[in-house]
């Protein structure tokens, strides 16, 4: 089976650990004992195929029905509402995301200037820019990523967003699948749609922490997965590890924040 992404979770595990002695006589002696260790166990992302992607289509089209009917705005209603009320942005907010763009794209020419000459024949000065540049243009692309995370938050209750992410929560169900005993397994199960379901509801409210660590994993890859649809494992690592830098230095920039307000 083709894979996109592999991972591992360590699992505590009671295995047997042999020792042996020699004793006065020259005799060997093994003894064994049931030890707990940390069993790296691994689970995969697998590519998913043309009929999947054509069901995943299908259901994805259902659930936008599903929610139309209920009630829920298109994004298109949406936003023709914003825009007869004078769009999603007020006055203020559109001055601070042209500056903070503004800002960003100085911050990435730049850098982009430097990057463009080889590593080799960089100078002293062109290094330790480069090194502050990428501290300094964290407060204006977090500031970014929060105007977009506000904005992004006013269609979360649009029919498109209710059946987005019921397809993301389809394709986790099929895509997740696990290494046992050197044979290939779906962690969901292989049943039905619902069957695959109560798998799911049944490790989200269970209380083995084991399962629950996986699951929140398989979710968080496979919504990686399907905002960029990563062709290979290294473009996939890629993306993840992007994530994280990012994740890394808002933590790092909020702990300067607490500093300097103390």
Do not use: C
Request: without cysteine.
């Amino acid at each position: 089976m083709k894979r996109i992404y592999e991972f591992t979770v360590n699992k505590e595990e009671t295995v047997q650990e042999k020792s042996t002695k020699k004793e006065k006589d020259g005799t060997e002696v093994t003894t064994s004992k049931d030890v707990v260790k940390e069993v790296p166990q691994k689970f995969f992302l697998r590519r998913p195929t043309r009929a999947m992607t054509d069901e995943a289509e299908l259901y994805y089209g259902v659930k936008l029905a599903e929610g139309i009917k209920a009630g829920l705005l298109t994004r298109a209603l949406l936003e023709k509402r914003f825009d007869n009320d004078g769009g999603v942005r007020n006055e203020d907010d559109e001055k601070k995301y042209k500056s903070i763009s503004d800002e960003l794209k100085k911050f990435y020419e730049e850098q982009a200037k430097i990057l463009e000459i080889d590593e080799k024949k960089r100078t002293t000065s062109q290094k330790k820019r480069l090194k502050q540049l990428e501290k300094e243009v964290r407060p204006a692309r977090k500031a970014l990523r929060d105007l977009q995370l506000d904005e992004d938050s006013l269609y979360e209750e649009t029919a498109e967003s209710r059946a987005r992410n019921k397809v993301i929560l389809w394709w986790m169900l099929h895509l997740a699948h696990a290494e046992q005993d050197g044979k290939e397994v779906e962690f969901f199960g292989s049943g039905d749609l619902d069957s695959r379901l109560t798998r799911y509801d049944d490790i989200d409210e269970g209380e083995d922490v084991f399962e629950i660590i996986v699951a929140r994993k398989f979710a968080y890859y496979v919504s990686f997965w399907f905002v960029g649809r990563p062709n290979s494992q290294q473009e996939f690592q890629e993306m993840v590890d992007l994530a994280l830098k990012l994740d890394q230095d808002e933590e790092e920039d909020e702990k300067e924040e607490q500093k300097a307000n103390e």
